[in-house]
């Protein structure tokens, strides 16, 4: 079946605009989650998403990020007033539901570029 | 003490050697242990998953799991150059939490 799945891959803007990322999970999978991954470093989780629970938000970096997830499905990650800092490539991944247990598959990925 | 270390590598194996890689974490109550492969370029694909205490064989591919010691490894037999990428552990917060606490990956390359 098909996977998870993300857009734009690739998003250049100027410093201080607002982007949305988008994350399409995979079908049946309650739970979904937002990681960003620097150059060279490794994977940073940002939010995360299972039910209909309120969002576990503690790593996001600042209150400029948001996410939301309408209808348990399709998911949006934020960032306003983006800073050249904000570069990276986001992930996404779902997973079926156990917190923690099951295992997670990514998406391909959006590579943000704050010029 | 960071959530989550791997040596950074490089590691250099030939072609038909095992390839160990090692992974140490901090919290005691984690209770699943992830190995991601990821490419240059590309997502991380999920190679292996280990809840037990122990040994758990897939193929080329052997996970250790050592939770006294709060270390995970990963085995790669007979590596194949195809076999080089990036080796991200990851393990879950104790508690049940739903995220992963990824390592910054360990860089493999298998030469011919």
């Known amino acids: 079946g098909a996977g998870v799945s993300q857009s734009p891959s690739n998003k250049v803007t100027e410093k201080g605009k607002d982007v949305e990322l988008r994350c399409d999970p995979i079908s049946g999978h309650t739970a979904l989650y937002w990681y960003r991954q620097s150059l060279g470093q490794g994977l940073e989780f940002l939010i995360y998403f299972q039910g209909n629970s309120a969002p576990d938000k503690s790593g996001l970096p600042s209150d400029r990020f948001s996410a939301e997830r309408t209808g348990g499905s399709v998911s949006t990650l934020t960032i306003q007033r983006t800073q050249q800092e904000d570069s990276a490539v986001y992930l996404c991944?779902?997973?079926?539901?156990?917190?923690?247990?099951?295992?997670?598959?990514f998406g391909p990925g959006t590579r943000l570029t704050v010029l | 003490q960071k959530e989550v270390e791997q040596n950074s590598g490089p590691l250099s194996v030939p072609e038909g050697a095992i390839a160990s890689l090692n992974c140490t974490y901090s919290d005691r109550g984690s209770q699943s242990f992830f190995w991601y492969r990821q490419y240059s370029g590309k997502s991380p694909e999920l190679i292996m998953f280990?809840?037990?205490?122990g040994d758990k064989e897939d193929g080329r591919f052997t996970a250790q799991l050592n939770k006294a010691s709060q270390y995970v490894s990963l085995l790669i037999r007979d590596s194949q150059p195809s076999d080089s990428a990036t080796y991200l552990c990851?393990?879950?917060?104790?508690?049940?939490?739903?995220?992963?606490?990824f390592g910054k990956g360990t860089k493999l390359s298998v030469k011919p």
């Open positions: 280990i809840y037990s205490n």
């Open positions: 991944a779902s997973s079926h539901n156990r917190a923690g247990m099951d295992t997670q598959y």
């Open positions: 990851a393990v879950n917060r104790g508690g049940s939490q739903g995220n992963l606490i």
